[in-house]
């Protein structure tokens, strides 16, 4: 015999419960910040194709405000933020990106017809959050070539970057070579070496009547 033979009741009303549990999960069940739109392969062919970047010396029309349609959006911390920044940029720090405040202010943009730019210290800090934000449908994210660096280098004549590619190359955070120099007061491999002269102590007499 079957237990729900024994007790049809509180089977029921046993099932009736864990019915009303997964029907109150899937209705209280949170949809998803963000979804991914583009697999890895079409992320990284995307990284190839112009469009996706903005150069340098379109930000003159961008800091002349001669334009309202882009939107800077500076991706370092507030402290460097406040230390310089491009004008008029935002701060959206790397760490608070995926925020649901953030990612609801650039579908706003989007829907609006915004380009947004990323920006970090170099390329290399933007390249992370630009994927990121494509993958997830933001079409209109681009990322700003040469980073706050190149720009802080030539912010006094960015049309005079057209004919530069350095924006391309970037900039060493290390100088290796400074580094692999030899140091003032370091071990010269090639100096003459002394012999070491080892000498034993001799040894004493064991005083008398020892055993």
Aim: charged fraction near 25%; glycine fraction near 8%.
């Amino acid at each position: 015999m079957h237990i729900h033979e024994l007790n049809p009741w509180r089977t029921l009303i046993a099932l009736s419960a864990f019915v009303v549990l997964l029907v109150v999960g899937f209705l209280t069940m949170q949809k998803p910040l963000m979804a991914y739109q583009l697999t890895m392969d079409e992320s990284i062919k995307e990284l190839t194709e112009s469009e996706l970047y903005f150069y340098p010396w379109d930000l003159e029309a961008v800091i002349a405000k001669e334009t309202d349609t882009i939107i800077l959006f500076d991706i370092r911390d507030r402290f460097v933020f406040g230390q310089g920044h491009i004008p008029g940029a935002e701060n959206l720090s790397a760490n608070d990106l995926t925020k649901e405040e953030n990612i609801a202010r650039l579908e706003e943009l989007k829907e609006k017809g915004f380009t947004v730019v990323l920006y970090g210290e170099d390329e290399l800090q933007g390249n992370g959050p630009l994927m990121l934000f494509r993958q997830v449908g933001f079409s209109n994210v681009k990322l700003l070539l040469g980073g706050y660096n190149y720009y802080f280098q030539h912010k006094d004549d960015l049309y005079s970057t057209v004919d530069d590619d350095g924006y391309l190359k970037g900039f060493a955070r290390f100088d290796y070579a400074d580094m692999a120099a030899p140091k003032e007061g370091a071990l010269n491999s090639g100096a003459e070496k002394k012999e070491v002269q080892v000498q034993r102590r001799e040894k004493t007499n064991v005083a008398a009547g020892g055993c």
